[in-house]
């Protein structure tokens, strides 16, 4: 190859899309998304987790989280805001960046996990290319699939590594069947996903009354 092509090639693959074009592309991929319920089993590091989990998703409420021991608890922003067991269990997953469909939302979930998404070059995710939204160097980063737009990975300091793999169409919606949260030690919890559908809710499915209805959680 002559230094011209080779110096070509050089700047082909150098060029990365910008990370608020990225944004963009996600919010429009998700603009009509809505209101899910994802069944899902669940193998956890702590012994007393329980065997399988519902998490009703929504895109602009957050979520809340039942288990098969009673325990029941509302996360919204990244933060559990009540809970039949505070603080929240490690296995507790916030799957929020997963639903997030409007570019200023995405924003500002990347600028509180300290995510410069301006900030942006490709790695390889499996078997496919990816952005990084924050660049392999940053101690926060966001991985998003390249051709579906996928979310497949979020490290931010302090916290559990989360990786979302094995995407496939549940009727349709698209969304991943393992999900894994992990730190040095390994995996912390994984959440295999049995099914995921269409949901109801509103406002007032996300009241603290939701959990305080679950009454006392089973021991295992």
Request: charged share 25%; glycine share 8%.
């Amino acid at each position: 190859m002559s230094a011209r092509l080779a110096a070509l090639a050089a700047a082909l693959l150098a060029y990365v899309t910008p990370g608020d074009r990225v944004l963009g592309m996600l919010a429009d991929a998700r603009a009509k998304g809505s209101p899910l319920r994802i069944e899902a089993s669940l193998t956890a590091r702590e012994s007393s987790a329980p065997a399988h989990l519902v998490i009703e998703l929504h895109p602009d409420l957050g979520e809340r989280v039942s288990d098969d021991q009673g325990g029941r608890w509302l996360v919204s922003g990244g933060r559990t805001t009540a809970g039949t067991k505070l603080p929240a269990p490690p296995w507790l997953p916030d799957l929020a960046p997963l639903a997030l469909r409007r570019e200023s939302e995405l924003r500002g979930w990347l600028a509180a996990a300290g995510v410069d998404f301006q900030q942006n070059e490709l790695a390889r995710c499996g078997d496919d290319d990816c952005w990084v939204l924050g660049t392999r160097q940053s101690p926060s980063q966001l991985w998003i699939e390249k051709s579906a737009l996928d979310l497949r990975r979020i490290v931010r300091p302090k916290q559990p590594r989360a990786s979302f793999d094995q995407w496939q169409e549940f009727g349709k919606v698209r969304f991943p069947t393992k999900i894994e949260l992990a730190d040095d030690s390994g995996a912390i919890a994984t959440f295999h996903v049995d099914s995921v559908s269409a949901a109801s809710l509103a406002a007032s499915d996300f009241a603290p009354s939701w959990v305080q209805a679950a009454g006392p959680a089973k021991s295992r």
